[in-house]
């Protein structure tokens, strides 16, 4: 009997802002090289981190949490198909309507289509990873709508005409006199007398924002979670600003990727403990919003979801991969990442930086997506982000395992010094002899190495090794010479 | 107890003076130790970078090595080295589809320890100074390594040991848990990030004032001794074996910063 493998059917890469246009190391040179731009990060990162250790270290059962948070996302990957479907017939039976998007284009198109239904030119926003991830914001511009974001951080993102750096804090590589000078220059009525004290800043965003909120009719929010047997859809944050937008509008578009399903409101127990500890640092954030479909006479009278795939379906597929679905979008992971620290968040080019995105968004659009093959490589593979996880994705596995499949992407082409070096290696320490005869040439290296004793410049890739590090002289013997000379073996 | 000794390319290559000591310590202590002839790296450079296919004769030989010698455990002092041989072993075997190697591969990594965790856990060693004569009179800060640290979960074992030593004062490093941006071929491919790592893990370590920085894993301390010795800071790196294995009548002597032997007065 013979099959024919038919493969996964309709998996279609993602698109929207999932990529890295330049590889990682030179976006990262350029990065470093802001010296203003390191002195922020350093500083928010380690305060954030003392945050989150503060909150999970206090917490008994907090590897429990997260065993039981991993559980969960690994049994929802395993039934998404069945969830998914109860999830459409919960939010429609409660006067919701559910709407698919197979990619970034798809679900833009949705979204303007909802809006355009509506009669108006502009919306509000909640801060959402899945609107950034798409665009959406920038397609509905060129249609003609404008779309505030209500998010302090996300506002002076928008304010600056830039990208947001992080996925919790939108605007973590700015610092508080940066942030005053952007409002004195993008903020109509803004008080020029306007200082950088935290207090004064966040009352100016205040008054701006409120006419929007007033005004709007049409709100647009992502999710943190989807209720599959209830249809339920939850929102947590900080600033009020969410539940602003998703109680006063009359229309409610709510942008949820598929991985974000919950099977039970019950497991919400689970996940409002681990993401406020693992995001902010707190032991509950201040606003956690949770809706289900319309309720006459109180908040929006017209409810859509669009779920959204753009590459999940692709990430799914892959065994070693798909844990990387488990993600909540807290960004523990990103803030304890020495090299995300140094980079910071627009050096990975995709919406998603830091551990989580290096391994993300090749998953989402395929390692062989622009320059999504060098993200994987972004990592010294310390391990602080998987410890750091709470939903304990093995990021530096899935970083491994990612970097094959990039090294096998480009089998059979040029071979890179990379592939000579390694494969030379291969051959030589498969073999204890084979290395023992390698070894024999240490002497040469201790004459290379001159009077100092110390090998300063190399060729090659490993060039960049010595752009910081010598490397000592060898040894004039081996282990393995002085072993067999002390046991008299040949 | 019969110790197969497992020395790691980079150490029987480069460091053979920690593999020395590792011999001598568990001799110290009444042990016979074997060294597998056949042995030659772990491949985690292989598998780090990508190369499945690459590491999977070098995973095979390494379990082939430590498959041919009777023993009862083996030690590397190396907790990178050893996580590889117990974490991404089965795990590169079950990729190629070697169900024979990953079983293979299983087994021998359950009988391999990395240095310190044999010394605490097993050999019973809480006094090195009384059990081994460790005698080391210099200030020295330790650097964790990650592997150590996160994948083995070795916690205080090693710091642990190195209190225990005469005569050494152990000083805290700053910011002891972040890497200090080896990672391998990471330190060639985004040889720049790495470098800005590296220059806060030295400058961390020179705040300390201490002459040594100790560490359990030669692939780092090549890194971290690499910058301290192109910016002439004077502070050597040693291995804890080294420090664990030199005594009142041998002391070890204190490498330069990029490796050289400097002589040593003692006190």
Not at chain 1, 341 to 348: I, K, V
Not at chain 2, 53 to 68: C, D, G, I, L
Request: proline share 5%; charged share 20%; with cysteine.
């Amino acid at each position: 009997m013979s099959r024919t493998p038919l493969g996964m059917p309709g998996l279609r890469p993602g698109s929207g802002n999932l990529f890295a246009e330049e590889k990682f190391p030179s976006a990262a040179r350029r990065e470093l090289g802001n010296a203003q731009l390191r002195r922020n990060l350093k500083h928010a990162t380690s305060t954030i981190r003392t945050k989150r250790l503060n909150v999970t270290g206090e917490l008994p059962d907090w590897e429990e949490l997260r065993e039981a948070g991993s559980a969960l996302k690994t049994s929802v990957m395993a039934r998404l198909p069945e969830l998914l479907e109860a999830f459409e017939a919960n939010v429609t039976a409660r006067g919701g309507t559910v709407h698919w998007a197979r990619d970034a284009e798809e679900a833009n198109s949705i979204i303007h289509g909802l809006v355009k239904a509506e009669g108006v030119d502009e919306v509000v926003k909640v801060k959402s990873m899945a609107t950034q991830e798409i665009g959406m914001n920038e397609y509905l511009e060129e249609h003609g709508t404008a779309a505030y974001e209500t998010d302090l951080a996300e506002l002076i993102v928008q304010l600056d005409h830039d990208k947001p750096s992080h996925i919790l804090v939108p605007a973590i590589h700015k610092n508080r006199t940066e942030v005053r000078d952007i409002f004195l220059k993008e903020m109509p009525d803004v008080d020029p007398d306007l200082t950088d004290e935290p207090r004064r800043l966040a009352m100016a965003a205040r008054a701006h924002l409120r006419a929007k909120f007033l005004t709007a009719k049409v709100a647009i929010s992502g999710a943190n979670f989807g209720i599959a047997d209830s249809g339920t859809l939850g929102v947590v944050e900080s600033e009020g600003n969410g539940r602003m937008c998703l109680t006063l509008p009359e229309t409610l578009i709510t942008v949820m990727g598929i991985e974000k399903l919950l099977p039970t409101f019950a497991d919400l127990e689970v996940f409002l403990q681990l993401l406020p500890r693992s995001s902010t640092g707190e032991r509950m954030n201040p606003y956690t919003s949770l809706w289900t479909g319309v309720t006459e006479g109180d908040g929006p009278s017209n409810f859509h979801v669009v779920l959204l795939d753009n590459g999940r379906t692709n990430a799914l597929a892959d065994e070693m991969g798909r844990s990387a679905l488990h993600c909540i979008r807290c960004s523990a992971c990103i803030n304890v990442c020495p090299v995300y620290e140094r980079a910071g968040g627009h050096a990975y080019g995709s919406t998603y930086p830091g551990p989580i995105g290096a391994i993300l968004s090749p998953l989402m659009t395929g390692v062989e997506a622009e320059e999504n093959g060098s993200l994987p490589y972004a990592s010294s593979l310390c391990g602080a982000c998987y410890d750091a996880c709470p939903v304990k994705i093995n990021i530096p596995d899935i970083l491994v395992h990612l970097r094959g499949k990039d090294v096998d992407a480009h089998r059979g082409g040029m071979p890179t010094q990379m592939d000579v070096g390694l494969k030379a290696a291969s051959w030589a320490l498969s073999d204890g002899r084979r290395l023992g005869a390698v070894e024999k040439l240490l002497p040469l290296g201790r004459a290379a190495a001159g009077k100092d004793k110390k090998i300063k410049k190399l060729p090659g890739i490993a060039a960049g090794w010595t752009q910081s590090r010598d490397i000592p002289a060898p040894p004039s013997q081996s282990f393995r010479d002085w072993w067999a000379k002390e046991h008299k073996e040949s | 107890m019969k110790i197969a000794l497992f020395a790691t390319c980079i150490v029987d290559g480069m460091y053979p003076r920690a593999a020395q000591a590792t011999v001598a310590l568990l001799e110290r202590l009444g042990h016979e130790v074997v060294f597998p002839k056949g042995q030659a790296c772990c491949g985690q450079m292989h598998v780090n970078s990508g190369y499945f296919k690459e590491a999977v004769p070098v995973v095979a030989n390494h379990v082939r090595a430590f498959e041919s010698e009777d023993y009862d455990v083996a030690v590397a002092p190396s907790g990178s080295c050893v996580a590889s041989v117990k974490h991404q072993h089965p795990m590169v075997a079950r990729r190629a589809g070697h169900a024979g190697l990953e079983e293979r591969a299983t087994a021998v990594g359950k009988k391999t320890y990395e240095l310190s965790e044999l010394l605490v856990d097993v050999l019973g060693v809480t006094d090195p100074a009384i059990q081994l004569g460790s005698y080391f009179p210099h200030t020295v800060t330790y650097h964790p390594s990650c592997h150590g640290m996160r994948l083995l979960k070795l916690g205080d074992r090693q710091a642990g040991l190195l209190r225990g030593v005469k005569g050494l004062e152990l000083v805290d490093l700053p910011e002891a848990d972040q890497c200090c941006g080896f990672g391998g071929t990471f330190s060639v491919k985004n040889a720049d990030v790495s470098s800005a790592m590296l220059a806060d893990k030295t400058a961390n370590i020179r705040s300390t004032g201490a002459s040594v920085c100790a560490g359990g894993d030669y692939s780092c301390l090549m890194h971290i001794g690499g910058g301290l010795s192109r910016q002439d800071s004077g502070v050597a790196t040693l291995h804890l074996a080294e420090i664990l294995a030199s005594t009142e009548t041998e002391p070890a002597a204190v490498p330069g910063p990029a490796g050289q032997t400097v002589k040593v007065v003692v006190k």
